[in-house]
């Protein structure tokens, strides 16, 4: 069974940083891509970065673009979002979600961790 | 970027009534569409990918359809565990995957 697990969120100084991780169980981050999703209180959901299952190859949202780097821990299975220079607009619920297809990137989201929240705020 | 637009942003209905929830895309992202469920508190579950094929362990009362610019996704006769926020998302065009901003199906 797939299992998404993700941590690292919490209260944090507008301009400051965060890591976030998700830890995988049942998948292998080396065949699939998976992501970060992110939804601010009340709000829809919005795609912020992904990483490519075969290649390693990033994508990003422009409005995280030069400030938020994904990674991943092949060794661990552990993805990883290193968020810079936080604004008010970045709190959200982060959510990690993997492809539904592996081998590529470019497909629907079949799993989703429980998700974990990250407040901007002085 | 391809823009989801979803309508309508509220539909209240009865339990066992038909549901019937739009997606539109700004330019044609031919089947490359996928339908969410969200319920209070919990993470999105993938109900409906490539237009119209339910995900894994999903009831026969969740149709998708559509193509290129327009798709819908019908409930049949609603069940109170139906009742949740809906959302679309398009993959053909990315990187940047889009979502609509989702429909809250409430019980009338």
């Known amino acids: 069974e797939v299992q998404l697990v993700e941590s690292g969120g919490g209260l944090v100084q507008p301009g400051g940083s965060l890591r976030l991780s998700c830890a995988a169980s049942g998948v292998t981050f080396n065949i699939y891509s998976v992501s970060w999703v992110r939804q601010a209180p009340g709000k829809g959901l919005e795609w912020v970065s992904g990483i490519g299952g075969t290649d390693g190859t990033t994508y990003y949202a422009d409005s995280v673009k030069g400030r938020f780097t994904i990674s991943r821990d092949k060794s661990t299975n552990r993805l990883y979002l290193q968020m810079n220079s936080l604004r008010a607009e970045d709190s959200a619920v982060y959510y990690c979600a993997k492809e539904r297809v592996g081998y590529s990137t470019g497909w629907s989201f079949d799993y989703w961790g429980q998700g974990t929240l990250v407040t901007v705020s002085s | 970027e391809i823009v989801m637009t979803q309508s309508p942003v509220t539909l209240s209905l009865s339990p066992g009534e038909r549901a019937t929830l739009s997606c539109r895309a700004s330019q044609s992202v031919s089947n490359n569409l996928a339908w969410y469920q969200q319920k209070p508190g919990q993470a999105p579950r993938l109900l409906v990918y490539?237009?119209?094929t339910r995900a894994t362990g999903i009831p026969a009362r969740f149709s998708g359809s559509g193509s290129g610019t327009e798709f819908t996704l019908t409930i049949d006769s609603l069940q109170s565990e139906d009742f949740a926020v809906y959302y679309c998302q398009q993959y053909n065009h990315w990187p940047p995957y889009t979502f609509g901003q989702g429909t809250n199906l409430e019980i009338k």
């Open positions: 490539g237009t119209s």
